[in-house]
């Protein structure tokens, strides 16, 4: 059984403005699975229509087996929602704000305060527990949407944009934690626009442009799509002019610095060997882009241009 | 756990959070209906009902007793629902209920029971401030509690179906401020309708304030310018209406869901 399928779900909102022109994604249980695409793309209208936040104008949602139609408590029940924007009230206090959030689910005050306990405390905020939630950091808000969510224990995990204006450590520390929840068979959906986010934790991967999904596959076949890299090498000596090596093309960016292309078909000693054969040392190189950040803007690009994907 | 042992927890969740909303603030919830009765008590009461002499074999203080009791559930049911409900929406917070496996008529429910209570708490604070005022005599506890609680509940349902259609701070002091209010002054609450021309007694009728507040006044006095059967009918034709018209808007989702 796929924690998540989707059939045909097709949007329209009421100005008129088409989100969903008929989306097809399955997610496998224990996935965790990256949903990418551009602001506009349809991403969190797809997000809503599974949470029940927004309404479908066509399709078949189900979860676990779980008809959204038919079985709207059963879909709700899988389901934990990490979203983009802060929504819990910033009068609470944060102890409550989660107690009351597992009540929802039917969870009686007594083992509510208990998950909270746990859920919090994973996420270092059980210290906080009686202070407003107004008075929280952005980065601690962010972790108190994800203790909230988990309260309930849900079996399929949406985080939308979870990482979104939290520093890098705190972003490190949440992706080990994603990790972990995952490890222990939660399955997770994540959106987000910190591309080697989706890289580095996710096992597959749909992409969804204009509200259509352009691409839908593990996330090591898409990256082997990647016909070329684009590296930037820090040269050991100045140079004044570039040198010419055979089957690779240089491009200057300043007295130290080069960018080169290295297509699949080639190898990166071979470009060492050359470089070392002039006389030139590297000290050190590294991916001008993130591999799935540049795969990702040649199909937004050529869906924008009207090419076939 | 049973399907309708969660629905209760979820409803108790709902409910308790509401109180805690209210009582949390206290200040700006409870204390300032009592303060505004006190006043009306002191200056119609005292000061110019004196003055006014009897109405409907009563002492003019005494019969704006059951009145300004009932306009102070009204207002407070009504604006404990339409404020919170507004809020939840305005902070994003009532997705939390959305996307939670709690039917409807159970969010509907804990609502209303937040407001019910509110209006509940002020109505026996201002009954309490009551007694030192006037020396009235409960004529029958049964209509006095079931027109006391029923309008609680009307009035929590009308403040829930504003706030489902509130889109800014503005949408909910509309209705009390242009509908409610002259509603409730014009709803008997400091007069009898006998004492208007024909005319305005039957353009009276069609207020439905002046059935509640009669018949409430039937219950602490045991007067009221309209039959019993008709005023319980009516408030209970309400409460089904309103229930009925709430529970579609949060069945199609109109004002929380795109």
């Not at chain 1, 000693?269 to 040649?298: A, D, I, P, Y």
């Not at chain 2, 919830?29 to 009765?37: Q, R």
């Not at chain 2, 409807?104 to 708490?121: E, H, K, S, T």
Request: glycine residues 8%; neutral net charge.
């Amino acid at each position: 059984m796929n924690a998540l399928d989707i059939r045909d779900l097709r949007k329209v909102y009421k100005n008129g403005f088409e989100a969903l022109k008929g989306i097809d994604v399955s997610v496998a249980e224990g996935d965790f699975f990256a949903l990418l695409g551009p602001n506009g793309a349809g991403k969190s209208t797809a997000i809503g229509i599974i949470s029940s936040l927004v309404n479908k104008s066509s399709g078949r949602v189900e979860v676990f087996g779980h008809d959204l139609d038919r079985d709207p408590e059963g879909v709700k029940s899988c389901i934990g929602l990490v979203p983009q924007e802060f929504n819990f009230n910033m009068w609470e206090p944060i102890g409550e704000i989660v107690v009351n959030q597992a009540g929802f689910y039917g969870i009686p005050r007594k083992e509510a305060w208990q998950r909270a306990e746990e859920s919090l405390r994973q996420l270092d905020l059980w210290d906080k527990r009686l202070q407003m939630s107004r008075t929280l950091s952005g980065g601690m808000k962010r972790r108190l949407m994800i203790a909230r969510a988990l309260v309930h224990r849900p079996k399929l995990l949406i985080l939308d944009e979870p990482t979104a204006g939290v520093d890098i450590e705190i972003r490190r520390s949440m992706w080990e934690f994603m990790s972990e929840l995952n490890r222990q068979g939660t399955t997770i959906i994540l959106t987000t626009h910190y591309l080697e986010e989706a890289e580095s934790l996710c096992r597959n991967i749909a992409i969804i442009n204009q509200g259509r999904i352009v691409e839908h596959s593990r996330m090591d076949q898409l990256l082997h799509q990647l016909h070329t890299e684009t590296f930037v090498l820090n040269l050991r000596d100045r140079i004044t002019e570039l040198p010419r090596l055979q089957g690779f093309e240089l491009k200057r960016l300043d007295e130290q610095r080069v960018e080169v292309a290295v297509s699949s078909g080639q190898s990166i000693n071979q470009l060492f060997e050359q470089l070392s054969s002039q006389g030139l040392g590297v000290t050190s190189l590294r991916n001008k882009q993130n591999r799935l950040e540049q795969l990702f803007m040649n199909m937004v690009e050529s869906a924008r241009n009207g090419a076939p994907q | 756990m049973t399907r309708y042992s969660r629905y209760w927890t979820a409803f108790r969740t709902i409910f308790t959070k509401e109180l805690l909303r209210f009582t949390r603030i206290w200040l700006q919830t409870i204390l300032p209906p009592v303060i505004t009765t006190v006043l009306y008590y002191i200056i119609f009461g005292n000061l110019i009902g004196s003055r006014i002499g009897e109405m409907d074999g009563f002492r003019y203080i005494d019969f704006i007793v059951p009145g300004l009791i009932l306009m102070a559930v009204i207002t407070n049911s009504y604006s404990n629902v339409v404020s919170s409900f507004f809020s939840s929406k305005f902070q994003r917070h009532v997705e939390e209920l959305i996307i939670s496996p709690v039917p409807n008529w159970v969010i509907l429910g804990g609502y209303v029971a937040g407001g019910v209570a509110r209006g509940v708490m002020v109505g026996i604070a201002v009954t309490a401030v009551s007694l030192f005022f006037t020396d009235i005599q409960v004529q029958s506890y049964g209509w006095t509690l079931t027109v006391f609680t029923l309008t609680a509940i009307l009035f929590s349902l009308a403040g829930f179906i504003n706030a489902v259609y509130a889109n800014s701070f503005d949408d909910i002091s509309i209705i009390p401020t242009f509908v409610l209010t002259p509603l409730t002054y014009l709803g008997g609450v400091f007069y009898s309708i006998n004492m208007l021309p024909q005319i305005w007694q039957q353009i009276s009728l069609a207020n439905p304030i002046l059935y509640m507040v009669n018949a409430f006044r039937y219950g602490l006095l045991g007067v009221s310018d309209i039959h019993m059967g008709v005023a319980l009918g009516i408030v209970i034709l309400f409460i089904i209406a309103l229930t009925g018209f709430s529970l579609y808007l949060l069945n199609r989702g109109i004002g929380i869901k795109s």
